[in-house]
């Protein structure tokens, strides 16, 4: 081959290689959305400052009080305070605690990664980037990662040999909205929430048109993998969790961000587990508007515990319900607060996902460690 010959082959395939390249520049990059938040003058980590035993943090509904903490409120647990364990995220959410390696993963949506918090010295890294700015996480009966992905538009599954199952993306042929929250039922079946907030903007998602009519929530079979709806009369439905018997479902609406006469509040089902139906639907608790609530999990008696945030600074932190939805206590929290999940080696210290931190606390009682 002479030269000019040459050059008029490697212009051809330069061209080639800049039009491919060209073309691959048109399609929208999954969860390229934020940058990390600079690590110049992070919050202190440790106690929150003013702590002392009991923590005035603990706040309970039950009177009277006693001198030695708040009494009737099973958040306090002695000598202990609320503790800020890490910080430096943007939008932090979903927390999901794996016992066997003594770890917390959650979600830092914006930049686009799962983090890593291990307990037993503190450490903190990346556990998956990016992560199609993933929101809920939870974990089913054989230690598996359930993610919803915002800019994914979908639920999976992280396998024990590191691949990822897709676990729905779809319903009637249509992409799902923006999966935000999960749980697991003890048959297996996985249960999620798809709102608009993924899809809303290009910080926490990628902004699309939804294609679903309504905002679900849906139940995936663990045998067949078919997807169907359980309920579709949410405005904006949000964080999940099942009572320990797994005969009530509780679900946050918070449809509020949607506008002022949209409700914040939390509904309770009746579950039909062996049918996958939910039925009986009421509001078990209000939240104090313009705050709402998107993250719930119970302790081993039944009580609720759900994350509070967006409005009141006063009403930021975590509420405790009875079964029977009376408010037991609150623990205030100086940030918006997402979401929340029981961890430790006694199921005993509640993990509370704030908008930057990570904060934790030692209760008097033991999470249900359910997903």
Request: net charge neutral; charged share 20%.
């Amino acid at each position: 081959m002479n030269r000019r010959a040459f050059l008029a082959t490697t212009a051809a395939a330069a061209a080639g290689v800049t039009m491919t390249a060209a073309s691959a520049a048109t399609v929208t990059p999954f969860g390229q959305t934020g940058a990390p938040t600079p690590s110049t003058a992070p919050l202190p980590l440790g106690p929150l400052p003013g702590s002392r035993y009991p923590d005035s943090r603990l706040e309970s509904l039950k009177k009277p009080q006693v001198s030695f903490g708040p009494s009737g409120f099973p958040a306090f647990a002695g000598t202990m305070a609320v503790e800020r364990v890490a910080t430096g995220f943007r939008w932090a959410e979903g927390p999901v605690y794996f016992p066997a390696g003594r770890y917390v993963l959650f979600s830092d949506i914006p930049n686009n990664r799962i983090m890593r918090f291990l307990e037993d010295d503190g450490h903190v890294s990346v556990f998956r980037q990016p992560s199609m700015n993933s929101n809920g996480n939870t974990i089913d009966r054989e230690g598996r990662l359930i993610t919803c992905e915002h800019s994914g538009r979908r639920v999976t599954r992280a396998e024990l040999d590191g691949s990822i199952t897709i676990i729905a993306d779809r319903y009637n042929g249509k992409k799902l909205n923006s999966p935000n929250d999960a749980v697991v039922a003890a048959d297996g079946s996985i249960w999620f929430c798809d709102p608009v907030y993924g899809i809303g903007g290009f910080y926490e998602g990628i902004k699309a048109e939804p294609e679903q009519e309504k905002h679900n929530v849906y139940r995936v079979d663990p045998k067949s993998g078919d997807i169907k709806i359980v309920v579709d009369d949410f405005v904006e439905p949000n964080g999940l969790c099942f009572s320990p018997d797994e005969k009530k479902l509780y679900i946050c609406d918070t449809g509020f961000t949607d506008g002022p006469d949209n409700p914040s509040h939390i509904r309770v089902f009746d579950v039909d587990l062996g049918a996958g139906k939910l039925s009986n639907s009421k509001v078990f608790a209000d939240m104090p508007k313009p705050s709402i609530t998107d993250g719930l999990r119970c302790d081993t008696a039944g009580r609720l515990w759900c994350s509070v945030g967006w409005g009141d600074p006063n009403e930021d932190g975590v509420r405790c319900y009875t079964p029977d939805g009376d408010l037991l206590g609150k623990i205030h929290i100086p940030e918006t607060v997402a979401n929340l999940c029981f961890g430790g080696q006694q199921r005993n210290r509640l993990y509370i996902r704030g908008s930057s931190s990570l904060y934790a606390v030692y209760t008097s009682v033991q999470g249900a460690m359910k997903p």
